[in-house]
């Protein structure tokens, strides 16, 4: 009795092990999952326009601008004059005086108002350029964040195949035990295996570089830890001549360019304005002791005065043509700038178009069920080596045939994605509605 007990002791026992192992893994991948956070591709674009450093410095030249407009709307400061006389030094007969005066320079030209005009101007091209920045830091977060996910994928792949090939190798190892097979499949298996290896060290190397990378764009530790989750690909319904349209509206460096046109007017307007220098008016108070000698007699006299003074600069031979010429030149460059980027804009918007629906085809392909099919044939030429139905040549082929049709999958869909990244920021529009 006391045997069939211990071995019911036993098996409670070894039950009792592999439970708690079973609960114990689970919990361990428990916490490690919920030590990442979870991303998705608006999350990473949000904290790139919070913490991205690139944005934050551009977001100092706004306010530059608005320190511009503070210092365009403020007046000359006025001057304030004093002087003293004495003859303390030669005759020393009490002659002397003094004289207080202030001057204040007044802009009769109205420059101060296009000033004012000028620096409203530039801040809000200042503001257009920085969503010009976040355009271009959104873009560029996206389209890590998809390298990321591409990354990962061949890591499974890679993962896969070189289980695979371990796997093949054990089972050749066998086979030439029994004399089965030729030393030249165990050559063949051990160099498939090292090239799969090799090549899934260098995708672990790129995708902590990408991960590094994302990191940086949303301003976090390049270690920061985060689980990628994204939406399934879907690509947007939209025209040609639409899209055009939406991006000669949204385009915020458009925007800012049409702005530097309005700016260079303005500027000509105020060169042109301060033709006119500004008019100084002044006041003084002026006190005056002098000595006369009458009949041998020292007599003295003191006087006060006051009164008011104008002056201003003769615009003879400096009358602000150079600066004129040049707000001319720097507007007529300034229309041209906009122009060219009109065609600069509206070529993007073509050519992320063509891309898009030339992915939209190659990922259409994919559809007809290639890629699950050559999964399968891996395992089936697997199964079949062990039966001693095919050689291993045969096997590694079909291997090599499902890596790079995987492959070349994840590279159509990483392109496809950056294609509607690329859309999007030439349009400067989401596409999320279109799709």
Known sequence: MKKPQATWLALVLIFGFFTFLFFSQTTMAEETASGQSTLTEEEAAGNAIQNNYDLRQAAVSVELAKAELIEAGLWPNPEGEFSIRSDKYYANEGEGGYEYGLNQPIPISGRTFFQTRVAQLGIQRAEWQLQNVKRQVVAEVKKTFYQVITFQEKEKILNFLVKTNQDLLESVKARLSQAEVSS??????????????????????????????????????????????SDPLAFPSIDLEEATQKSLENRPDLKAKELEEK?????????????????????????????????????????????????????????????????????????????????????????????????????????????????????????????????????VQTEGKFSSIEKAYWDASQNAREAIIDLESAMGASLKNEK
């Open 184 to 229: 030249v499949d165990i050559s063949l298996a051990r160099g498939e295996l090292l090239m799969v290896s090799q090549e899934l060290s260098e995708v672990k190397a790129r995708l902590y570089e990408s991960r590094a990378n994302l990191n940086r764009l949303m301003g976090q530790n390049l270690n920061y830890s985060f689980m990628i989750v």
């Open 263 to 395: 700016m260079g007017s303005a500027a000509l307007t105020l060169a042109r304005a301060m033709q006119i220098p500004d008019i100084t008016i002044g006041g003084f108070y002026q006190s005056d002791k002098s000595r006369f000698d009458v009949n041998s007699q020292l007599i003295s006299d003191n006087s006060r005065l006051t009164g008011v003074k104008v002056s201003m600069p003769l615009p003879l031979f400096n009358h602000n043509q150079g600066k004129i010429a040049k707000s001319a030149a720097e507007k007529k460059g300034a229309g041209i700038q906009y122009e060219a980027l009109k065609i600069q804009v509206v070529k993007e918007v073509a050519q992320a178009y063509i891309r898009l629906a030339a992915s939209k085809e190659i990922m259409n392909s994919y559809g007809n069920g290639v890629r699950e099919d050559v999964e399968k044939s891996v395992k089936l030429m697997q199964d079949a080596y062990l039966q001693g139905q095919v050689n291993v040549f045969d096997v």
